[in-house]
């Protein structure tokens, strides 16, 4: 089983060779804005938001303090399992993670966000950085 930092390397060594491929190829373009979401969505993807939040590993010990708020995803999920499933992982994080972000705005604030201040497009994007991130994490798994 690869560990957290074999797993940091491959990914962004991967991402940053397919970017430079699909900037200098002109392939796809980003938006400077969209750029930033998307590296911003895979930083945390690759060293927050990881699959391996299912057990005591690296990923989760950085959550530091906040940690305790991913026992019940330890709990819930057995390592290696679902959350390590590629299509549907990172969406279970994200919307285990939103629903305590939401839970923490509804504390402060008594009320849930009305509006978005962000475009739907930066945090579609951030969201794919962070999918990308866990696919990545899922594939090395699977190649060692
Ligand atoms: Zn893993």
């Known amino acids: ?4 930092n074999k797993h940091r390397i491959f ?18 373009s980003f938006s400077s804005g969209m750029l930033l979401a998307i590296c911003l969505g895979f930083y945390i993807g690759t ?10 590993s690296a990923a989760y010990k950085r959550w530091g303090r906040l940690k305790i708020l ?4 330890k709990w819930l999920f057995k390592h290696r399992q679902s959350s390590h499933n590629i299509f549907y992982g990172a969406i279970v994080r994200i919307l285990y993670i939103s629903v305590i972000i939401l839970g923490f705005y509804y504390l402060i ?36």
């Open 1 to 4: 089983m690869p560990g957290y």
């Open 109 to 144: 604030f008594k009320s849930l966000p009305q509006e978005f201040t962000f475009s739907y497009v930066y945090v579609i994007v951030f969201l794919i950085g962070i999918i990308i991130a866990n696919a990545l994490h899922v594939i090395l798994d699977k190649i060692f």
């Open 70 to 73: 991913m026992l019940p995803y």
């Open 11 to 28: 990914n962004y060594i991967v991402f940053i060779v397919v970017a430079l491929i699909l900037y200098f190829e002109n392939i796809f």
């Open 47 to 56: 060293e927050f938001v990881t699959p391996d939040l299912d057990v005591d």
